[in-house]
């Protein structure tokens, strides 16, 4: 079947629009002047030009006047509800006062929003009318229960427009909710053929895809704001509240349509969700943004990139991958290092209100419980991870919808959210290395015992902050359909690739990447300290670290060395490895200083990495001789050896000579 065929009227006739015809019984055919919507019911003065969208939603031609609505907006002595609007501000709203009142910000509600009657409309215009949600009283949240907390019930647009749209509108979107003169998009420029076709054989939970397209079968408000606000204005007898249902709803849909059902199975729930992406982008474009905030602006990101995508559309395209990463959940709360690892923490609130607000979170000053380590070291929040129960689902899901869909990955190469999942999921939290001083004494000793010292612009230096929490994969794993489908089909395109560097995945050889996952750490110091069994405070000597790593051949480590001098780094007579042991500086901006390296391995594959050391004593030797033995730099001489690398080093050598098994990319 042609799934074009399918769109001359079935989603219409799902959607339970009723257009009642008559002005004393009688109205010409194509006009109407009543139209009722999802228990809404518009009344005019005379009989109007009239249709459907193909989402079902009505428009009617103008300038059309307006006798009633109903139900009536009603106030209750203290609040406003069943509102009602014409056009629309991003940043306000006039459909029940209490959404003002829960956030505290009563600019919300804006009374004077709520027309009149009889009220003309001229095209191109919406009129949305809200129904509020019972007990009309309640004022916890608009739910005495708890659960969703938003304070509308449904909802029901429509769309005025100043001429006939082409095929009675039964062929075209709904323009935008928050700005009709944007127009219309047909269905006929949806890319049908970039929708994957994957096998439901092994997955889980299968949701019914009727049963998901009547999640967008209604309109979807997402303003004034984004945000806490934002929740309370979704209409809860359809949409979720709080970000993280959001974004799993929207998740689950991506990956619905990803699924081998017929295209006109498929198509109530793809329109209705293209329709959800053109409505959100238009009020992205409207100003508003959608943080992380712990966990309320997660899922907006994929709807949006879906319909661009769909669409083919530059400008939705561009706008997406251009925009700040505020504008996000999926970029707000995480940055990515210099060095690749992506780091989970709300950055903004620590670039606009200073370190102090991260160390508040572990006393009583706190006002946020998700901001970013000033430190840079480890993931952010108290404890660690806070609010990762809420926004694991929706990162996890949305990346996995890009890796299945990479047209969509395209428009994320700013949306670190993505690269973070992968980390998340294979490595859990990052509380390791951390050669920071926690928190201890007061919030005034901020800069004395712990924080950043202001004489040298970097973290005083102790004994870390969340240690026992490395590697804690406690909100990783998510059952269900969209559990299966991660395990299904996450590696459909190319395989999890972070690992610290963002290198491998942890089940490569070790001569295909630079650092593996599997990996263990230890600290070293010139001198060793407490009772050197390689944790911070209880540094390893060069030589005993050097002992370790020739008793576990096969095991991936990495040797965190503190500044200072370490004298020659000799191994005589090494044993084969076969996994890689790392020589790294513990901050790349304090290299660590050998004199010399010595190696002699009669042509075993060593398996040794060399990353940010200084090694600064020449030590001359001539010419690789006829006896094959193999010699590299005036400082550096490795005898037959394998599997060397030497990066991001300081260097001071005059003859150079690369031997066979050596890489370096140093200076």
Known sequence: MDPRLWKLGIYTAITAVILLNFVDGICPAGQTDVISQYDVTWYFDDCYKNGTFVNGDPWVLGPVTIEDITPAVFYDGQYYHNGWEVDHSAFT??????????????????????????????????????????PYEQTSACNPTGGERGCLKTASVLTVLDRIPVDNGRTLFRPPYIDAKKGSRSIDELHLELLPSLSKSGIQSVPDMDALASRYLRLWMDHPGGGGTAQLIHCNDYMPGYGQGYGLSNAEAALGLMLDDPIEEKMPLLIGYVQLGIDTFALQEAGVKWPCDGGQGSGRLLPISFAAVMLDD?????????????????????????????????????????????????????????????????????????????????????????????????????????????????????????????????????????????????????????????????YAGLTGFMGSMWTEYRTLNGPITYCGDNSCNGDEAPESCSYDCEETMFYVSPTGAGNHDGSIGNEFTLAEAQNYANAHLGEEITFLLAAGNYGTFTLTSPLERTSWATWEALDANNKPVFDKVYVSAQGKNLYIRFDSIKIQQLMPVPAPPADGCRHFIGEIAVIKGNNIRILNSELYGVDKYLSNGVDVSSS
């Open 93 to 134: 709203q006039a459909f029940d006062s209490r959404i003002a009142a829960l956030v505290n910000l009563p600019s919300v509600f804006d009374l004077s929003r709520i027309p009149t009657f009889p009220k003309t409309v001229t095209g191109n215009a919406t009129v949305i009318k809200a129904i509020s949600r019972e």
């Open 314 to 474: 530059p400008v939705m395209k561009e706008t997406i991958i251009s925009a700040s990463p505020r504008v996000y959940a999926e970029s707000s709360q995480v940055v990515k290092r210099e060095d690749g690892v992506v780091l989970y923490g709300d950055y903004e609130a620590l670039e606009v209100f200073g370190e102090t607000k991260y160390w508040c979170m572990f006393t009583s000053c706190k006002t946020a419980t998700t901001v970013a380590d000033p430190c840079g070291y480890i993931d952010g929040g108290y404890p660690i991870g806070n609010y990762l129960g809420n926004t694991n689902g929706p990162w996890k899901y949305t990346a996995l919808a890009g890796h299945i869909m990479p047209e969509l990955k395209a428009l994320w190469t700013s949306r670190y959210a993505i690269e973070f999942m992968d980390r998340y999921q294979t490595q859990g939290l990052w509380a390791s290395p951390d050669p920071a001083a926690p928190f201890q004494g007061s919030i005034d000793d901020m800069g004395e015992t712990y924080g950043v010292d202001s004489s040298t612009g970097e973290c005083i230096p102790g004994s870390g902050r969340f240690l026992s929490s490395h590697g804690d994969k406690t």
